[in-house]
C-alpha cells in the first residue's frame, strides 16, 4: 500500500535534562514519515518557509520519504516550536511557538499524494483533517492523531472528523477528555461508536494499548536506560505502525499486534538521541533485533533467546 | 512454601465516584492475604482492637487465610484510614488517618510464623520491617513494600531493610523518588545493587514491570470496564504475586512471569468492588479464566482462544 502523511514540518529548539538543541528538524508529519519509511514508501504533505533547506530536505530523501508534496511558501518561515522538559520527562512545557507558514495551510495534495492507500492525519486542526480525507477518496486505512488544543476548542469538527478515519491514535488523557469516561475501555468504546474500528491509545513511557470491537492488545514500551529526548515519539510510534500495515496490506489481528509492536520500537529508537538524530542512524536490522527482544519481555510463556 | 505476611490490618472509609463505604476491612495485610489465599496457605500478623469483631475475623478464615497471629490489644481501637478517590481513580486524597493500636505496634511473631519459607513485610516502618525479617531468619523469600513517606522520612532505614530482602514492590513514583533516576531500568538497577534480585514496579492502571539481573518482563494490566474502588490493588497484587511463587515453590524466570500474571489477575478483580468485597466471592476458576484471557492480550502471536 502506498502511504502518504499530512502534519507539521517544523524546526524545534528542545532542551531535556540531558541537553538540548536550539534548532533541528521536527514536526509530526516528519518523524512519522522517517519511522514509517523502514517500512514502506511514504509522501509527506505540509508547509514549509525559505529557511526550510538542502539539509531538511536530505533528511528526509536520505530515507526515501517522497517530498514532492512538501509546499514550499515564498517569503514565508517554517513552523517554529520551543519547548523544555522536566526531569520527569512526562512533563513537558512549550515555551513558544510561532506558526508561520503552518497558519494558513491549506493542503494541497497531489494526484500522487491524494491516491494513497494508506494515510494519516496528524495532529492539524479537525476541519483540515477532514478536507485532506476527502481528497483522499480511495484510501483503505485512514488514521488520525489529535490533541488536547483541538478537543476544547473544535470538539465538534473533532468527533465529525473521527468518524470518516479507521484507526485513532490518541494518548490516554485526551481519550479521557474527549469521551469524559474514567476507563480506557469505556473511552475506546465512546470513539468506536464514533466510527474508526481501530482506537490505538498512546501511554507514553507505559507503552500503549489497542482496541478493536471486542478485541485488546496492550504492549509496554520497550525499557530505556535513557531518554534524551521524547519529542515526535507518538508520530514515530505511529509511523511505524503504519507503515508496517501500508507494507504488509494486511490489517488482520495479527498483523495489527506486529504493527503496533513495530511501533513502539521505532518510537523507543526515536527519543534515544534528539529530534530526528536517531532516524538518520537506525537500520532495519536494529528495528527487527529489538523488536524479538520486546517480544521475549512481554511473553508471559517465555520465549527463549535465539 | 508455607507464607506469612505483616501489616496494617484496618478498617477503611472510601468514597469514590461511584459509591462509598464507611466503615469496612482493609489494610494491606488483609488485601495480601486474601489474594495469596487463593493460591497456597498464608498466615497474616499485625494489631486489631476491640472493633475487630467476629465478621472481620471470619472474612479472613472463611478464604483459609490462618489469623493466629493477628494481636489482639485490649481496649485499643483498630487503625481507620478514610479516603477519597477522584473521578480519575489516580488520584487519591487521604481524608483521615487513625493509627490507633498499629502506633504502638511491636511485630511479635509466633514460632509458626517466623518459621515461614516465604515472607511479605507490607508498608509498613522500615525499622519494623527489619525487625520481622530479622525474625524470620530461614525465609527464602521475602518481598517488602513501602510509601513516599518512609523515603522522605526514613530513608536511611528503608535503603539497609532493602538490602534484607529478595523482592521489592514499589510504585513508579516511589521508585523513582527513591533512587533519583529518571528511568524505570536505572532505578530498578539502583534498587538491585541495594540487595534484591527482583524489583516488581506497579503502575497501577498500566501494570507492572519486572527486573531482575539482566531480565525484564511488563505486563498491562487487565482492562477493566469499572473500576469501584482501587484501594489495596498493590497489596492484592503482591499476594497473588507471592501467593503463586510460594505454592510453586520456585523463582525461575518462568514461574516468576506466570507469578506477576496471576497478582495482576487478582488485583484486577480486587478493585471491581469495593474493600474485599469481590474477594469474598472470587474463585480460582474465574481467576484461571481470567489468566487466560490476558495471556492471549499481551502476546505479540496472538494465541488463538481456547
Keep these: 500500500m502506498s502511504l502518504t502523511v ?9 532542551k531535556t535534562p540531558f541537553g538540548e538543541r536550539e534548532r533541528m528538524l ?26 526550510f533547506g538542502e539539509a531538511e530536505y536530505a533528511a528526509l530523501t536520505d530515507r526515501g520519504v517522497n517530498t514532492e508534496d512538501i509546499e514550499h511558501v515564498a517569503g514565508g518561515r517554517t513552523f517554529f516550536w520551543k519547548g523544555e522538559y522536566e526531569w520527569n520527562l512526562n512533563v513537558r512545557h512549550t515555551l513558544d511557538t510561532q506558526l508561520n507558514v503552518f497558519g494558513e495551510f491549506e493542503p494541497k495534495l497531489s494526484p ?56 485513532v491514535f490518541m494518548n490516554d488523557e485526551e481519550v479521557r477528555q474527549l469521551t469524559e469516561q474514567p476507563t480506557l475501555l469505556r473511552a475506546a468504546r465512546d470513539l468506536m461508536d464514533m ?89 532495519r536490522e536494529e528495528i527487527d533485533s529489538r523488536y524479538d527482544e520486546l517480544r521475549r519481555m512481554t511473553a508471559i510463556d517465555e520465549i527463549p533467546a535465539v
Design 26 to 51: 521536527g514536526g509530526s508529519a516528519v518523524h512519522f514519515s522517517l519511522a514509517a519509511s523502514f517500512f514502506t514508501d511514504v509522501r509527506v504533505v505540509g508547509p514549509v518557509g525559505d529557511d
Design 195 to 283: 466510527g474508526p474500528s481501530t482506537v490505538v491509545v498512546k501511554q507514553g513511557e507505559y507503552g500503549a494499548a489497542l482496541f478493536t470491537g471486542d478485541g485488546f492488545f496492550s504492549l509496554p514500551a520497550y525499557p530505556l536506560e535513557t531518554v534524551i529526548d521524547p519529542t515526535g515519539a507518538g508520530d514515530a510510534f505511529a509511523g511505524g505502525f503504519l507503515g508496517y500495515l501500508a507494507a504488509e496490506g494486511l490489517t488482520d489481528a495479527a498483523t495489527v499486534r506486529r504493527a503496533m509492536t513495530y511501533g513502539s520500537v521505532v518510537a523507543s529508537f526515536n527519543v534515544e538521541q534528539f529530534g530526528t538524530e536517531r532516524m538518520q542512524t537506525l537500520t
Design 112 to 167: 500522487a499524494s491524494a491516491g494513497a492507500d494508506a494515510l494519516f492525519l496528524a495532529n492539524i486542526q479537525p476541519d483540515l483533517q477532514r478536507q485532506v480525507r476527502e481528497q483522499c477518496a480511495d484510501a483503505q486505512l485512514v488514521g488520525l492523531d489529535s490533541m488536547n488544543l483541538w478537543i476544547e476548542t473544535a470538539r465538534d469538527a473533532l468527533v465529525r472528523t473521527i468518524g470518516t478515519v479507521d484507526m
Design 6 to 14: 499530512v502534519g507539521s514540518i517544523a524546526f524545534d529548539a528542545v
